[in-house]
């Protein structure tokens, strides 16, 4: 008898927080109606292009993080489960005032990224496309992707090979395991010439100013794995930026990277924006 063979189900992937919070000053006068988020790209949110990227790739749970008009975002999301995804709110405006900024964001989204579970653990095996069910199971190892609502990146994966290889190391790169965060960076743009980090052969992220010369510098996409402890003394409701958590990562050997040089817009200006929707 032949032996029966069964299908081969994806690694597991990480649940997702997708940073909504901002007022996006520099795209006013379109943001002081509709948060920069759920402005249009090519015919629809852009925060859509992300949940569509997030589904097509095993992400099951996302949490939003909102503040700035924070209202309009559940009416046009829903629940998630039309693109098959389980979407959750952090409310920052409603629960603490205002915006946390990005540590505080994602330590006050803990919880919830906390009860999301790996995506082949939260979905069965027989549930009907669309219809994420069955009950959140806990992160692993605290690992989630981090990304910003404000960004268009039509072409990038949240490859769950990748999010495994961050959790438990890999054979080409046992480090991984020990990081605190992985971050997708890109050629420097004309609004960053000189860039954020640098990053060296050996897939570590330095500081620009303590690199050795001719270490070549990257900006951050704004897309990231992170774990839980990355943000370790900040307290949920706390408004905290993320560059010292990053360089404190950084300091202690264990912040990686890798570049991104696919399509990439960080959306930050109504003329970015006008130039993404421009017939080509």
Known sequence: MNPVSLPVRPPANLPALILAAGR?????????????????VQ??????????????????????????????FEPALGDGSRWGLRIRYSHEGHDHG??????????????????????????PDDAPSGAPSGAPSGAQDGAFW???????????????????????GSSRNTSQQHDLARLW????????????FALNADGRILRKDQAPTGTPTFTYSTIGLYRASMVAGVAPG?????????????????LGGEVWRGAWTDVGTPQRLAALNSPA
Request: hydrophobic fraction near 45%; glycine fraction near 10%; proline fraction near 8%.
């Open 98 to 123: 205002g915006a946390l900024e990005t540590a505080g964001g994602i330590a006050t989204a803990l919880p919830l990224l906390m009860a999301a579970g790996p995506a082949t653990d939260g979905v």
């Open 185 to 196: 960076l890109v050629p420097n743009p004309e609004h960053v010439p000189t860039g954020d």
């Open 238 to 254: 706390q408004k905290a930026a993320l560059r010292s958590c990053l360089d404190r990562a950084i300091d202690s050997g264990r």
């Open 43 to 72: 015919g629809k949110p852009l925060i859509v292009w992300h949940l569509e990227a997030l589904a097509r790739d095993g992400v099951r749970d996302v949490v939003i993080n909102t503040a700035y008009l924070e209202d309009q």
């Open 146 to 168: 981090v990304l910003a609502g404000d960004v268009f990146v039509p072409g990038f994966r949240f490859d769950a090979d990748a999010a495994q290889a961050f959790l438990h």
């Open 24 to 40: 996006g000053e520099r795209m006013r006068p379109l943001t002081d109606t509709c948060p920069k988020p759920l402005l249009a």
